[in-house]
């Protein structure tokens, strides 16, 4: 069943997409709503959401169902939002904090919090990397990510674990250094 969605989409047949949304709109925008708590933008996600389905839809794949690629959308437009909103607070607050900072004081104006991140992911053993990865950056689910490792999903529950508490540990140091140092 699924296949026949994507293939209709491949096709550019618009019929297939408005299936889709009728289909997947609500739930999309519950996700968006409930990560946001905030009507207009969960809105404009959603809307994105479907925009970006159907602009990529020669590269979808019939290996995955409609609604696990949607999803997938989904969270790299929730990521990219979060990117945004947190790149526009930080102007804001740079901004506002610029008459009381001295000029010289590199380590708030080049502190950068998709760095950090990014810093304590590539600090992970490369198989919890990975696992990491592919569940909260690419979205696959904990079945999907053990087929694709040739693992158990307990296995993959415990590298996200170890991941999630190492992570945890690296970011409140980094924070702790950050706040010692002003």
């Known amino acids: 069943m699924h296949t026949d969605i994507i293939d209709l989409l491949q096709s550019g047949d618009h019929s297939a997409l408005k299936i889709v949304f009728t289909r997947w709109h609500k739930k999309v925008y519950a996700y968006f709503y409930n990560k946001t708590r905030n009507e207009e933008a969960a ?49 804001f607050n740079n901004d506002e ?44 689910s904990y079945r999907e990510i053990a087929e694709m490792l040739g693992i158990s999903t307990k296995t993959v529950d415990n590298h996200l674990l170890q991941a999630g508490r190492q992570m945890k540990k690296l970011i409140s140091s980094l924070f702790l250094i950050i706040l010692l140092l002003v």
């Open 43 to 91: 809105k404009d996600l959603t809307q994105a959401t479907f925009l970006k389905l159907w602009e990529g839809r020669e590269k979808l794949s019939k290996e995955y169902s409609i609604e696990v690629q949607l999803f997938n959308k989904a969270r790299f437009i929730y990521i990219d939002w979060l990117r945004k909103s947190a790149h526009e607070r930080r102007l």
């Open 97 to 140: 904090l610029s008459s009381e900072i001295p000029m010289d004081n590199s380590v708030y104006m080049n502190f950068d919090l998709n760095q950090t991140l990014n810093t304590a992911i590539n600090s992970l053993p490369e198989m919890r990397r990975k696992v990491f990865k592919l569940k909260h950056i690419e979205g696959y």
